[in-house]
Nanobody, 116 residues
Framework: VQLQASGGGLVQAGGSLKLSCEAS????????MAWYRQAPGAQRNMIAS??????TMYEDSVKGRFTISMDNAKNTVLQMNSLKPEDTGLYYC????????????WGQGTLVTVSS
């Protein structure tokens, strides 16, 4: 499985961005997808996830503002609304492969910068 993330950029506070993650290879092996964020000088943390059954989870700081979705081809979108300067960071998509216990298949990071 290979993942290709895109959609980052510079946006003003209150604006919106859509991040996309294109999955390729043996995508039937994907059990769930997630987006992680790494703020400057901080650890990389999961902010949203979705299973192949459509169950979603969100980190508290993005609830009500971000929406994760996934199509049948396991391509994943993170719609980010009402962006805040603290949303600035590198965003990574990741896949949980069936029978594995952690998200260990990664796309490259895409940079989101939110100006105040």
């Amino acid at each position: 499985v290979q993942l290709q993330a895109s959609g980052g950029g510079l946006v003003q506070a209150g604006g919106s961005l859509k991040l996309s993650c294109e999955a390729s290879g043996n995508v039937d092996r994907i059990a769930a997808m997630a987006w992680y964020r790494q703020a400057p000088g901080a650890q990389r943390n999961m902010i949203a996830s979705i299973t192949s059954f459509g169950t979603t989870m969100y980190e508290d700081s993005v609830k009500g503002r971000f929406t994760i979705s996934m199509d049948n081809a396991k391509n994943t979108v993170l719609q980010m609304n009402s962006l805040k300067p603290e949303d600035t960071g590198l965003y990574y998509c990741a896949a949980l492969i069936k029978l594995r216990v952690e998200f260990d298949t990664w796309g490259q990071g895409t940079l989101v910068t939110v100006s105040s």
